[in-house]
Nanobody, 124 residues
Framework: QVQLVESGGGLVQAGGSLKLSCAAS????????MGWFRQAPGKEREFVAA????????DYVDSVRGRFTISRDNAKNTVYLQMNSLKPEDTAVYYC?????????????????WGQGTQVTVSS
């Protein structure tokens, strides 16, 4: 098993930046795919970004592509989500997730382990 803890959320103005962190423990995650999801009030949880194990390739939902960047630091057992040019519609609780099979799917069901989430609020 692996435990995930998100941090770095907060309140920012539109156009600002935040960097979220997801610290992992329990097992090394060097071979895992990691994903970020978010859930806004009254909305379904949606895929944001994924970092696949094979080739280190990334994937993003269209609404964040070009603004958000997912990365990892295996030495620190940490995955990051750099968020630039934030918009009010980015406001949500952000969750990190781990897929031990390394596929980095956009589907929630593909991920076995989840963090508790961190709140991101973007004011207009």
């Amino acid at each position: 098993q692996v435990q995930l803890v998100e941090s770095g959320g907060g309140l920012v103005q539109a156009g600002g930046s935040l960097k979220l962190s997801c610290a992992a423990s329990g097992r090394t995650f060097s071979s895992y795919a990691m994903g970020w999801f978010r859930q806004a009030p009254g909305k379904e949880r949606e895929f944001v970004a994924a970092l696949r194990w094979s080739g280190g390739s990334t994937d993003y939902v269209d609404s964040v592509r070009g603004r958000f960047t997912i990365s990892r630091d295996n030495a620190k057992n940490t995955v990051y989500l750099q968020m630039n040019s934030l918009k009010p519609e980015d406001t949500a609780v952000y969750y990190c997730a781990a897929d031990l099979y390394g596929l980095g799917s956009q589907l929630i069901s593909a991920y076995e382990y989840w963090g508790q989430g961190t709140q991101v609020t973007v004011s207009s």
